[in-house]
């Protein structure tokens, strides 16, 4: 991995807090690293010089999207664009769209981007996802669709969402950007909302660099879509609408086609690592193991733990310091709600009373299938250290 992309990645993933250059022995906070199967299939998309979205695109809309449960995957460029094709598709320029305030950025300034409103709905205190009643409180004559993130990985109450879209009359995007393989009540993910949309990025659980996908059922929305992705273009050279290009080219697809044959038993790891650390956390003061929304299995793209502040001496970032010094990076997921951003000045009438408080108060704890016993035991070791002395 560069230098620069790992400036980069530690900007995304949220500046990794014990980024250890002076530590020995740093748990690994992520693992990135692809096999030789993978960089055999991007180099045989070079040797056949065919460099465009191709066949290796199909396979891995195919795949991916099967693998998810839903009927059509479109790649494309990244997660954002997977976001802008979706609301572009869904949504008029005007709709006034309900979207969590504790996301990623994207999700709600993609709206932005499509001309829409975000209405910024807070989040539940222990899950951490959308909460469903504060979206109704919130919901004004104009609103027309819910955006909903499964953060973390975690599925949102999924059937709450559905209910009440269905009452309010809304289209639901989910930003599965995060959720790879999580499942609600047994069925994949693309087998709920009017679609899902996929990230790739360099530290995703499926990982091309950069990339994305949205997943739909519907013929005519993945037609749609297609065309957005192209220019509009619904036959050779005609453009009926304004579209973009925001395709994935075969060396990127070729990637993922590769890293998907193992990421089921990546993730199946990922939530055995997610156990252990539920049994680790149930014997150390003042921290929370995240809530599991009832019926999910999470991707684990994240673990992230709550402290209750109440109980401690120091500060959050005070405690992620003293892991640094034990070799136990950590990442805030996020420092600030999106209500908290400059940029959603305009749209922003209140801080929703959760999201607000969340940013104070959570990091994530390395999370990858490539945890060890000693690993674990590093972490364990630290967390009930520094919470014995530090927590009442
Ligand atoms: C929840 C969420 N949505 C959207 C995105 C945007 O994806 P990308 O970085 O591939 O554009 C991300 C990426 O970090 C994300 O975590």
């Not at 970032?317 to 996020?334: M, N």
């Amino acid at each position: 991995m560069s230098h620069s992309t790992a400036t980069t990645d530690q900007a995304k993933e949220g500046s990794p807090q014990g980024k250890a250059a002076t530590q020995p022995n740093p748990v690994p906070f992520m693992s990135l690293a692809l096999e030789q199967a993978d960089i055999d299939a991007a180099v045989s998309v070079l040797h056949s010089g065919i460099l465009r979205q191709g066949s290796r695109c199909a396979e891995l809309e195919t795949r991916f999207a099967a693998q998810t449960g839903a009927t059509h995957g479109l790649t494309c460029s990244n997660g954002t664009t997977a976001l802008q094709l979706a609301y572009g598709a869904l949504l008029q320029p005007g709709d006034d769209v309900l979207v969590p305030a504790w996301t990623y950025i994207a999700t709600a300034s993609m709206l932005v981007a499509a001309g829409c409103n975000p209405i910024f709905v807070d989040c539940l205190e222990d899950t951490f996802q959308i909460d469903v009643e504060d979206a109704e409180k919130r919901i004004t004559p104009n609103t027309k669709a819910i955006a909903a993130t499964h953060l973390y990985g975690m599925p949102v109450d999924i059937d709450a969402v559905e209910d009440l879209a269905k009452r309010k009359g809304l289209r639901i995007i989910y930003d599965s950007a995060q959720a790879h393989l999580a499942t609600y009540k047994g069925k994949g993910l693309g087998t709920f909302g009017d679609a899902n949309t996929y990230s790739f990025y360099a530290t995703k659980n499926l990982a091309t660099g950069e990339g994305g996908m949205v997943t739909v059922n519907d013929e005519t929305l993945n037609k749609d879509i297609a065309a957005l992705r192209s220019h509009g273009e619904t036959d050779k050279y005609l453009h009926t609408r304004i579209g973009f290009n925001y395709r994935m080219n075969d060396i990127t697809a070729a990637i993922g086609c590769s890293r998907l044959d193992r990421l089921e038993a990546q993730t199946n790891t990922r939530r055995q690592n997610a156990n252990r650390y539920d049994a680790m956390l149930a014997d150390i003061p003042g921290l929370q193991a995240p809530t599991r929304t009832e019926g999910a299995e999470s991707a684990w793209h994240l673990y992230t733990v709550k402290m209750d502040l109440s109980k401690f001496s120091m500060s959050r970032d005070d405690f992620c310091a003293k892991l640094k010094e034990q070799g136990v990076p950590t990442a805030i997921h996020y420092p600030r709600g999106l209500t908290r951003q400059p940029a959603f000045d305009p749209y922003v009438t209140e801080h929703p009373k959760v999201a607000d408080s969340l940013s104070a108060k959570v990091f994530s704890l390395p999370m990858h299938h490539d945890l060890t016993d000693e690993h674990f035991g590093q972490i364990g070791r630290a967390l009930t250290d520094i919470a014995n002395s530090n927590c009442t």
